[in-house]
């Protein structure tokens, strides 16, 4: 009686474009060969934090170099040794969430999970708000790299940066393991570049004994070094650990045993942000590298040690390539941040479902239409982005931190102490880096960002208390069964068919409605625009003696549907308080889309308009049209 | 047992907001208050070609004096005569017209009644671009009227110039009338301060014995007077006669006695344009006015004449307001023609169908999109839209008078050979012009209209082609009657009800198909995305003890669109020839727009999917949730 059979999907023109485009679709028993080893995992979630090395020094001198001079040298290299702590006790407390959540633990799950609803909300805002900044911040970041290059492409830049979202989206589109190799082989260039980079670089000054250029003659700065100044160098420095959530969050995506293999990628990230990090804050000093808007910290440092070599250039592509590719690590986290609150309810349910290639392409979409409409707000400028960044990410590190200590305290399991030790102190660092970066950058933008969590919890909540509404009014629980089966035994059916003319397609619903058996009234209904119209179409019913009521309206207003629905309110009165009324729609269907602006729609807003009356059944007669 | 009831419109939100700003719905009978007198139709029709007057001079003596020097006013006054001289030709010529066709005779009636459709369509074709290039132009140059005086808003003419046209769109959906007081006093205020300029002019000059200012240093010139150039400067003359189609095509726009009110206008119309034309070329000659960019031609005059005082800036100001009410002309026009190509199937009906406010509301609608995108496309800058201009208006003049002198020597009614005289002259000359506009013009932008007309000619013919299909197929003989109505009575019925879970709605959907009386099978269908989900209904199913079969499908592709579309056609070929298939689909209704987009679309896909097929009738059984 029942059967279940594999079928195969069929092929449109559509589906043979998007498969050469995006890859073949994958059936869901294939989910398991998609996922990330270690190696591959590695660059994917980290370019984020590795590419964000490129500028972190700079950053911490910007901020350094007007107040102190010279002294900004020594204190960097103090500051950088901070953050690389602070990276350590962030990679010490993601192990240990990691270990806690082995579906992905990213900040939405631990809040939500440890602190409740709302902080699990607002962790979720501040993430996704930072995903989509982080696409469009890399993507502008990169077309800067390659603008300043090449001057005369300036003016292009929102179409060149257009141009990456779309080969972003593509990429991931096709799917997580094509999508790795593609993505993961810049990193890795970027990698070993920077690593040559800084062995060359010490070997040259201290071995081959290099002078490097002196430092040009300092403005008479005597600013103090206060405690609030190396805060905000700190806090500069900060955007180098700004894709640590990612691993965490991406947990499922890992091959089996996914937690060690997430565990190591973690390992394997701090060690490289260290070296390179450590790296080029060791030779910016060795160097004298003076942040300046024409050329950046790392260039400077390259052109010293490399001279006018082709490896320079390398440095160069491999660094504006990493920028770009830094945006993939939000295609990745994203979509699944997505998927999990679509799980949950909070955001249309459409984000939990898996595209033909087995990702979730519904958020890889939209996260490129999100970040593409802030490229064109805001006109490609890196710098009106910048000020919107990086407070999300600490917000959302510290409701995480805060969930996992308090997870450890209420739970008490053994060497809590310890544990929460770990937390605590990650949540109150990087609170206070929120309220820094908060204050510093508030006037400039921050205050957007400020804006729209709050808007985005509310619309979450509203998203979420309108399927739990749906799912109250559809559940069907079994005790009901016996009397919903039985129905109103005493209902009547009623037969309205709406006609615009007599012709086929109409004289084909009416012939359908007849067969409808055990109706108890049958009418055909027809707006007319004047007395005249009317009169004509009642003559050509009698000539074809139909044996169907005829009811006619004239509208003088040129309406023809508010009369239609008018008509069915009025008839509805006279009906017995159960019937059914079965509305028949002629409808004759064109066979090329662009055909359906040739004619008005008239019949979808019937539909659409009689749909919200529980009585009506719609029946659609289709006269399907031959192509010619 | 049928009746007829004059019904009132129902009122939503948006009906109550869209009165507010385009003023309460009409009723048919209404339609005959909405028309022209002869005083506002005047403005409303000619603001075209008078506010040509504004620059025809100039762009005369922009082509004259680099080549001649001083000789220009001579030639120009020659000139401006040979113009005048031309609009009446064109008046006469389209006196007989209005004569010929009582219901409106623009250029692509004529063409088409006269030399056949392709004509026909080629001055549709031509008009329309040329209609829509007026609003853009002529917006255009109104803003740079203004942005000229208010140098601050340059950079945001193109919002300027989107606002005017907002403004003008919604005039115009107001109605005729309203319409006509709103946009024929600018036309009347221009012209009496023109005529006061003329007067005062000559006056100051002549009687008051003032001494204009002199002729400053003259490049020397010795160019030749050659036929060529006057002929170029004759046709840039030409755009003071642009608007002249206008009446003849709005002829159904006046009240009764409309050939009468509309031949009255074309006269008031040609002696408005000579007295200003002459009036100005005369001033222009008197006061050695030298066209430049910074200052018009009349600017110059009036700043002579009238000093500081405020008559200077009111000729100014009604300069300005009557360039962009010009595109007014197009706005009564449009419409107009894209009706009367809708009639004839050339264009979507809808264009046919008059609105709440009695116009045709979709080609105002229309005509106000394509000029916002022609600005936002050449950045609101007049220089760059103008040498798209005019070639159309004066193609459309040669196939309309070819097409009345045609009629004439086809027909030879009475007095014909004086009457196809004067249309034969007229097209000879319209036709020479077009030949000197296209070449002068032709790489600087008339090439994009060469391009576009034939593509508008092969879109309208394709639309036809549609339209006379789709009639065809439906048209319903009386002959047919009896076979039609018989049917088949062998048909067996047959009803598949696709399920995407065990709810309320799909509970409704199977408890409605169950009482559509008399059908041979029953079946209902559900796609599982695995093994698990399937043996899970499965039992809920046999709990339910629904007595009708479930047949279920897994897609390992997650697709449930396409296997059930091919378990109707596996189906269908086990069914009898002549069979009928009802599809069932529950489908459940939200109150609000935006919830449309929390959830699947699929029973709108599943729809269009199975109207392609004869055999199938859908039957869409709604469960309206409550708002809460």
């Known amino acids: 009686m029942s059967s279940t059979i594999v079928h195969p999907a069929p092929e449109s023109l559509w589906g043979k474009v998007s498969r050469l485009l995006l890859g073949r679709a994958l059936r869901n028993d294939q989910l398991a ?3 990330f080893t270690t190696f591959w995992g590695l660059p994917i979630l980290s370019s984020d934090p590795i590419s964000s090395v490129a500028y972190a020094s700079e950053e911490i001198l910007y901020v350094l170099i007007p107040v102190i001079g010279l002294l900004a040298y020594t204190q960097m290299f103090h500051i950088a040794l901070a953050i690389v702590a602070l990276l350590f006790i962030l990679v010490f407390s993601y192990r240990q969430t990691i270990d806690a959540y082995p579906c992905g633990g990213g900040s939405y799950i631990v809040a939500h999970d440890n602190l409740g609803e709302i902080p699990g909300l607002t962790a979720a805002a501040t ?13 502008a970041a990169g077309t800067a790299a390659i603008t300043s290059a090449i001057p005369e492409l300036l003016v292009h ?3 060149i940066a257009l141009f990456f979202i779309l080969i972003l989206t593509m990429g991931n589109l096709r799917g997580i393991k094509d999508s790795s190799r593609m993505f993961g082989l810049p990193t890795y260039a970027f990698i070993i570049s920077m690593l040559i980079m800084i062995v060359y670089g010490i070997y040259k000054v201290h071995v081959g004994g290099f002078i490097p250029q002196t430092v040009p003659q300092m403005p008479v700065v005597a600013g103090e070094i206060t405690f609030f100044l190396i805060l905000r160098a700190f806090a500069a420095g900060c955007t180098a650990l700004t894709g640590v959530e990612a691993v965490s969050n991406a947990i499922p995506n890992f091959k089996q045993p ?28 060795l160097y004298h590298a003076l942040p300046n808007p024409d050329s950046t ?25 990493i920028l770009v590719m830094a945006a993939n690590t939000a295609y990745t986290d994203f979509p699944l941040l997505m998927s999990l609150l679509a799980k949950d309810s909070y955001v249309p349910r459409q984000f939990a479902h898996r595209g033909g290639r087995l990702n979730f392409s519904n958020g890889i979409d939209f996260l490129g239409l999100a970040a593409a409409v802030l ?16 407070v999300g990410v600490f917000a959302s590190f510290t409701l995480s931190q805060s969930g996992m200590w308090w997870r450890w305290v209420k739970n008490k399991t053994p060497g809590w102490k310890h544990k929460a030790a770990i937390n605590g102190f990650g949540a109150m660092v990087t609170f206070f880096t929120v309220l820094i970066i908060g ?12 804006l729209l969590v709050p808007i985005f919890i509310y ?5 979420k208390s309108h399927y739990v509404m749906v799912a109250e009014q559809l559940s069907l629980p079994l005790s009901e069964k016996a009397a919903e089966l039985a129905g109103n035994e005493k209902q009547e059916k009623h037969i309205i068919i709406p006609l615009a003319s007599l012709n086929r397609a109409s004289f084909k619903a009416l012939w359908y409605a007849k067969r409808l058996a055990g109706y108890s009234s049958i009418r055909a209904f027809h707006v007319a625009v004047d007395e005249d119209a009317a009169v004509k179409l009642r003559q050509k019913w009698a000539d074809f003696n139909l044996e169907i009521p005829l009811i006619i309206r004239v509208s003088p207003y040129r309406d023809t549907i508010a009369p239609l629905l008018d008509y069915v309110r009025d008839e509805e009165r006279t009906f017995g308080q159960g019937d059914l009324i079965a509305v028949v729609i002629p409808q004759f269907v064109v066979q090329k889309w662009w055909h359906n602006l040739l004619h008005n729609q008239t019949s979808y807003f019937i539909r659409s308009r009689l749909m919200k009356d529980p009585r009506i059944a719609i029946v659609t007669v289709p006269y399907p049209l031959r192509e010619k």
């Open 127 to 139: 993430l996704s708000i930072d995903y989509i900044l982080t696409v469009a911040v890399s993507v």
């Open 375 to 390: 490229v064109i707000i805001f006109d490609g400028e890196t710098h009106l982005l910048l000020p919107l960044y990086a």
């Open 459 to 463: 619309g979450m909540l509203k998203v």
């Open 258 to 285: 996914c937690q060690t293999k997430a565990k190591s990628v973690l390992a394997w990230l701090s060690l490289i942000v260290l070296v390179i990090f450590g790296g080029t804050s060791y030779l910016a000093t």
């Open 157 to 159: 830049r929102v179409p």
């Open 33 to 35: 060969e998609e996922k």
């Open 439 to 450: 204050a510093t950058k508030f006037m400039s933008g921050a205050w957007i960002v400020c």
């Open 297 to 321: 910290v790392v260039a400077q440092i390259a052109g010293q040690v490399f001279g006018d070599s082709p490896m320079y250039y390398i440095v160069q592509f491999t660094t504006a390539l």
